[in-house]
């Protein structure tokens, strides 16, 4: 299947959403996310990169569970990996909002 291209990621966020339409899968997401965070956080603290060595296991882990055995899809990190490291965020963002629910 060939990859669909986006002009900009407002074009991409939409089909990044449709993606994550599973509420365990999105779950997974945010904690993954959020973990990826914490870690980078705590290398940077701590000055211990090592800790950051693991952040990216810790964010695109749970992502990838949520994919294979919820979404059952592709992540689209395989296709798109900066503008989907962005949606990981935005997604991220738009829950705290109260824009896309738990």
Known sequence: MAARSFASFRDFYPYYLGEHTNRTSRRLHYLGTTA???FVVAAVIARDWRLAAIAPLLGYGPAWIGHFFFERNRPATF????YS?????AMLRDFVLGRIPW
């Open 79 to 82: 296709r798109h990996p900066f």
């Open 85 to 89: 490291l962005i949606g990981d965020f």
């Open 36 to 38: 990826f965070v914490a």
